[in-house]
């Protein structure tokens, strides 16, 4: 992605936008946690946009069953279908190797998908709406868009999310300011292997022009192979008709 964007005024000018580094990882970790719209639901999923629920920053992932937290995941999320998101942060400036980070984000995956109770990371959701001032049931009712008084939706999402998690139905998600080509190669491997889970990557940009600020997201990962994979266009018989035809060129 270009260094620099244009902005074309309504006289007709045109002024360039500059990128500008994030100073700490904190920075977009916190833009992320106010503003989760960032992570770009349309890309992920153009036909059904995710929606999204932040559970908890910083939150732990044990070792074993009933034990005690080994691991802190940057920011959980879940979506309308109660996928749980884990969210990885790391700047280019991150002296991390892509090993070490791919590593630490497998060691998340295999460790929540058997070891995160559900009650926990309940838990941590309603502390964290009592820490904003948030009703924790009007949020789930608003994410998954059922009436006010559907309490039994409520439940029925958090049974999904142990459900999801049971069957590794999970997204894992390194966001960056720039994700080289080495890591973008790996998530793109990730992603076509790991089923029903989803790998990717979003490079989340940032330029500046005085007091403006434009964030550019983009998704990366989202291979054709993998997109096949995950949501085949044919009923298993390997037929192709008419229909079927058209509606792969759409997709």
């Not at 992605?1 to 360039?16: N, P």
């Not at 009650?119 to 059922?146: H, V």
């Not at 390997?238 to 759409?250: I, M, P, S, T, V």
Request: one cysteine or more; proline letters at 4%; charged letters at 30%.
């Amino acid at each position: 992605m270009a260094d620099k964007i244009y902005s074309l005024s309504d006289d007709g000018s045109l002024e360039s936008i500059d990128k500008k580094s994030y100073e700490r990882e904190y920075d977009l970790q916190s833009l992320l946690e106010k503003h989760p719209d960032l992570l770009a639901g349309d890309q992920i999923d153009e036909a059904n946009p995710r929606r999204w629920l932040l559970v908890s920053r910083e939150i732990g992932v044990p070792e074993d069953n009933g034990g005690s937290d080994r691991w802190y995941l940057d920011h959980l999320f879940l979506d309308q279908d109660a996928i749980p998101t884990l969210v990885e942060v790391k700047l280019r400036t991150n002296n991390d190797s892509r090993r070490k980070v791919v590593g630490q984000m497998l060691d998340y995956a295999a460790n929540s998908v058997a070891y995160w109770p559900i009650e926990s990371l309940r838990k941590a959701f309603e502390e964290l709406c009592n820490e904003t001032g948030k009703d924790p049931s009007l949020q789930i009712l608003e994410l998954i868009k059922a009436s006010s008084e559907d309490m039994i939706s409520i439940e029925r999402f958090w049974n999904q999310v142990r459900t999801n998690l049971q069957a590794g139905r999970i997204r894992l998600l390194f966001i960056a300011d720039e994700i080289p080509r080495e890591l973008q190669q790996i998530v793109e491997f990730l992603n076509g292997q790991m089923s029903p889970a989803e790998v990717l990557g979003i490079e989340l940009r940032q330029y500046r022009n005085g007091k403006l600020t434009t964030l550019v997201p983009r998704v990366i990962g989202q291979t054709a192979a993998s997109i096949r994979r995950k949501n085949p266009t044919n009923d298993g018989s390997g037929k192709w008709d008419e229909a079927k035809f058209f509606q792969a060129l759409k997709s």
